[in-house]
């Protein structure tokens, strides 16, 4: 492991964000950054001191171009979309959490008959929206940034009905070595990183059925009373 930051983090003061765990080892370290990895859901995260500023955050998020007429784009969302369109009842009503600078995917699904309401803290910040309860919900490319992962997935969890589905999409980490290269590591906004193993541990934790579909979407199915 490169270990160029030393022991600038006391691993007995953090504690994963997803599961609560003090039980976290270093996983890798680069020049900027430590990533710890919990031993309980397996997550690997950045600690709070290597957070950028939320003006910061928002300067890199700014910087994005992606828009509803972007057709590379709507195919990347595609995987997500198609996938999820397919067990959706008509009429179906929905939230795209962390739409982003440019909703895209809230409007594809409005092309095919879907109502979707927009959620994103810093574009679309009317917290009024989880209010309502939704047949489905998606996070495309949003929970590696998520500071507080446990408490939004909770917060989107419970938002939605009875037979809900939440889609996720994100990449998935590997192993050590995958990640020493990992070019999705280097995005200083991406601080929480998921595996398949983590996404397991969510859905024991929400009693849930789960589902990966290829290499980086995977949806939960509820099937308690909401």
Known sequence: ??????????????????????????????????YLRCEVCSLVF?????????LKEKQRYDTHQNSQEDQN?????????SSMQKILLPGSSGLDFGS????????MFEEAGYKVD?????????????????DFITATEVVEHLHYPMMELDRLWGC???????????KLVLNREAFSTWHYKTDLTHVCFFSKSTFL??????????????????????????
Do not use: Q
């Open 46 to 54: 950045v600690p709070p001191v290597y957070f950028l500023t939320r």
């Open 1 to 34: 492991m490169n270990k160029e930051l030393g022991n600038k983090i006391d691993l007995n003061n953090e504690k994963c964000p997803l599961c609560g765990s003090a039980d976290n080892l270093r996983f890798w370290a680069d020049k900027s950054r430590e």
């Open 73 to 81: 784009y709507r195919k990347f969302l595609d995987r997500t979309f």
């Open 201 to 226: 541990w969510l859905a024991a934790k929400w009693k849930s059925e789960i589902d990966f579909i290829g290499k980086d979407v995977i949806f939960f199915y509820k099937k308690d009373i909401a």
């Open 160 to 170: 939605l009905k009875r037979d809900g589905k939440l889609g996720i999409m994100t």
């Open 100 to 107: 982003g600078p440019g909703p895209t995917l809230s409007v």
């Open 118 to 134: 927009i959620y994103d803290s810093f574009y679309a910040p009317d917290i009024a929206v989880f209010k309502n309860k939704f």
